[in-house]
Structure formats: structure tokens, C-alpha cells
């Protein structure tokens, strides 16, 4: 695989690897830095990434391992949760306005969340891959991730229904 | 899609039983922002997703990435801090363990010895330790010497006459002091005769 290609095929997933790490490490600066080591482990099996059926599937798999193994060294100090900002400005009707006021809560629940779940929530819910998808890249069976999936998700709605009940 | 419809499609949401078309269709409705009060939890949710899936990385990455493997910012192993670190603590604790594994073989006693070499040993030790006492007594002998400076310093103690006499010139000056204060009210006096 030349440079060019490269950068055409394989350097476009960033964006998606960076999201990941940044939900399994919750630190902006760390994720990045992982993502870029993960960029330079592909360059290195360049001539390998024809082989895979996904490639990207391949730099998910890389990515949730290097962040996982970043979290058990012993020389990680875990992250604060930090404050969330919307990356994007919404000119939406007053509901999307109250949505938004929520947004930064949802973050914080989800990352308190265990990591399997985060992760799963993420793949699923923000990058919307299939489950079998999931399941090649996490080396679970699709049942499981299907039943980490769904208490994922009721936990975050019971948190938030009980956040709403104690505003009204 | 009616509501009735959202709502079922909801519930098998939560069971993890959607299929991610379903799951576009929901986050779909829910961003026209019509919808029923008692679904604004997962209307934030799903308004969450989406929001979140624009995050990226910052601009400069791509940037980073390509130098790394254009090859400009590929830094040697061995320019790392890390290796040295590493480094130099395993080749000091190889020299540490070289070190230690041959001198103590050294020492080690490989072999017993007859009451005779013992013997034999015992009585060379002995003249050697008593050749080297006596050498030590010959060279100690010069440092009695010193004794004669500890005398020599006695005369020091005379400086204190030295003082006596000082004190001496001390009073003196001041009497001449005082001579000189009467001489200079004698100049006062010619000062009021001269006009």
C-alpha cells in the first residue's frame, strides 16, 4: 500500500477511532495520542491490510485494545469526567434547545457506565454498526452484546427519567 | 410513522431488538422535535448520538499522522527517554550480577585442607602480621617529635606580657589626650585678645 492510498483508504477512519478512545479513555489529548500510534501500527502492517476483510474493523479492534491496556497500567491516572461541549451549534426548535441542556447529563452518565457497555453503546448507538459488526470486533457473541446493549441503554433512561422527575 | 408505531418501535429499543434502520428512523422522528412530553428521555438520548457523532479529531491530526509516516517524525527506538531508562537499568544490574557471580566464585573454597597447611598457614600470617607491626612501630617513631612542639609553644604564653604593656600605652595616651583638650582652651583665649 503506497502513502497515497494510504491516506485515501485507511487515514478517513480517524475521526471514528479518535471517538471510540475518547469514550473508553474519556480524555481528549490521551485518545488522540493512542489514535496516532494505532495510524503508525497499520503503516507498519501495510502490506498486511489487504488482507482483511475490514480494515477498519481491524483499527477498531487495535484501538479498544490499546485503550483497554492503557487503562491497566499502572501509570494511567484515569481521567476526570470531563466537561462536554456540543461540537456542533443546533438552530432547532425549543424541544432540540431542551435536548441539548441534556446532552452534557447523558455524557456523563454514559461514561459512568462500565467500559464493555460503553463500548457497546458507542459502536451501536453513535457509529450504528451492525451487530454482527460488534460482535467480529469485541469476539462476543451476538446475544451478549445485545444484553449489555440493552441494559445500557434502560440504565441511561432510568437516570434520566429520575434526573427529569427531581427538576419538575 | 405514527406515534403509536414510535412507541413499540421505543420498547423494542430498549431490549436491544431494533435493527440500526429502525434505530435511524427513531433518531429521525425524535430530531423533528414533535413529539409527546414522556418521551423527552429518549428523545435526549438519541439527540446525544447524533451530536456526538460529529465529534472529531482536532484539524492538525491528519497532519501528524502523515509526517509520522512519511517518515519525518519517526523517532529510533533507542532516541527515546524511555529506553535509556531502561537501558541503563538492566546493563547495571548485568555488570552487578557479572560482577558479583565471579568474585564470589573467587572466594568460594573449592577444596579442604590437611591440619599441616593450615598450620603451615597459620604460622605464615603470623610472621608476615608481625614483619608489618614491627615496619609500623619504625615509622610511627618520628611522630614522637611532636611532643617538642607542644613545649616550643609554651614561650606563646609570654604574648600576654606584651598586653600588660599595652595597657600601659593605652593610659599614657589618654593623659596626653586630656594635656592636648588644655592646650587647645588656651587658643580660645588668644582668639578673644587678638582683635
Known sequence: MTTEEFKKRVLPIKDKLF????????????SEDVIQEVFYRLWVRKEELENYRSIEAFAMVITKNMCLDKIKSKHYQKAELAEWNAPVDYHSPQKIIEIKEDVSNIHRLIQQLPELQRIIVQMRDVEELEFEEIAGILQMNLNAIRVNLSRARKTIREQLIKKHEYEY | MNIEEIKILTEKYFEGLTSVEEERQLKDFFASGDFPDEMKSIASMLGYFEIEKEVTASEDFSHKVIRQIEG???IPYYQNRRFWFYFTGIAASILFLVTFFFESRNHLPN??????????????????????SEKFNKGVKPLNEIGKIERNTEVLGQISKFNQG???????????????????????????IEP
Open chain 2, 72 to 74: 519525518e517524525q519517526v
Open chain 1, 19 to 30: 471517538r471510540l478512545a475518547r469514550r473508553i479513555l474519556n480524555d481528549v489529548e490521551e
Open chain 2, 166 to 192: 599595652l595597657t600601659q600605652v593605652n593610659t599614657n595616651v589618654l593623659k596626653i589626650e586630656s594635656g592636648m583638650d588644655d592646650i587647645s582652651k588656651l587658643s580660645k583665649f588668644n582668639i578673644i
Open chain 2, 111 to 132: 577444596k579442604s585442607y590437611t591440619a599441616k597447611e593450615t598450620q603451615l598457614a597459620y604460622l605464615q600470617t603470623r610472621k608476615t602480621l608481625a614483619f608489618v
